[in-house]
């Protein structure tokens, strides 16, 4: 199928759905091309996804969005991705958020999926009438950073990755936590968010009890992160997300003793 097609009817159904604020869940295929394949799969889309996971009441319409966006990303899901970012624009995620979103997942999912992402957001921000004035510039005044937090977060980065990577450390507070977590137009919860879902998405589960408790300070809650893995589980797989609970369990019994 041609992107062009796939775009048009993302964007079709996107506006079909628009009261559920759920969409399809089939991507950029209607309901009876999943059908033809396979019944059952559809089926789920509609009971358990559409009309069930995207109701629960643990997290908004608005971060399932967030946490789905990030997640399609970053496995590069393109089918998915055109539908998705309606949705999240549906569910009142700005365009200058999801500019921001896939800005942040060059660094956390790689530079050609954050490209990828890209081509696609580009013909449905086209779609919508969403031009350059409605996006973050280049280069804008950042927020402050807590610098007390961030040397203690550079003196371990320097004592774990420092004897193997100077240069990964200096980047890593140069260009990401002096400069890209500072930019103001994602909030640091929803940065926070994005990158949790990003590293569950793509199994990274070692780097998941920093981001944890940095999203947790940011303002997101055990009940929010709990039901982030349990939203992800549908669109990461349930094995990345059984990885992802008994550390994300880690975290919070820590954070409960302290």
């Not at 319409?61 to 998705?84: F, H, K, M, Y």
């Not at 997101?220 to 992160?225: D, F, S």
Request: without cysteine; glycine residues 6%; aromatic residues 6%.
């Amino acid at each position: 199928m041609k992107t062009s097609t796939i775009l048009a009817l993302a964007l079709s159904m996107g506006a079909a759905d628009a009261e559920t604020k759920a969409g399809s869940q089939t991507g950029s295929l209607s309901r009876d091309d999943v059908r033809a394949v396979s019944a059952a799969l559809e089926r789920y889309a509609t009971d358990k996804l559409a009309n069930d996971l995207w109701k629960r009441p643990d997290l908004t319409a608005r971060d399932r969005s967030i946490v789905t966006v990030a997640a399609v990303i970053t496995r590069n899901q393109g089918i998915l991705l055109p539908e998705q970012l309606n949705l999240a624009l549906d569910n009142g995620v700005r365009p200058g958020e999801i500019s921001e979103i896939i800005t942040h997942l060059a660094f956390y999912a790689g530079w050609g999926n954050a490209m990828a992402a890209t081509a696609i957001a580009k013909e449905v921000f086209r779609a919508r009438g969403i031009g350059p004035d409605q996006l973050p510039d280049a280069s804008v005044a950042l927020l402050p950073l807590d610098e007390t937090s961030e040397a203690d977060r550079a003196a371990r980065v320097a004592q774990g990755a420092g004897p193997a990577s100077p240069g990964l450390v200096r980047d890593t507070a140069e260009v990401l936590f002096r400069d890209l977590w500072l930019r103001p137009d994602l909030a640091p919860r929803d940065r926070s968010l994005v990158t949790v879902s990003a590293l569950i998405a793509a199994g990274k589960v070692e780097q998941i009890p920093y981001h944890l408790n940095r999203a947790m300070d940011n303002g997101l809650t055990r009940a929010e992160a709990s039901e982030v893995i349990s939203h992800l589980a549908y669109y990461a797989g349930w094995p990345n997300a059984f990885s992802a609970a008994p550390v994300a369990r880690t975290v919070f019994e820590k954070r409960s003793a302290n």
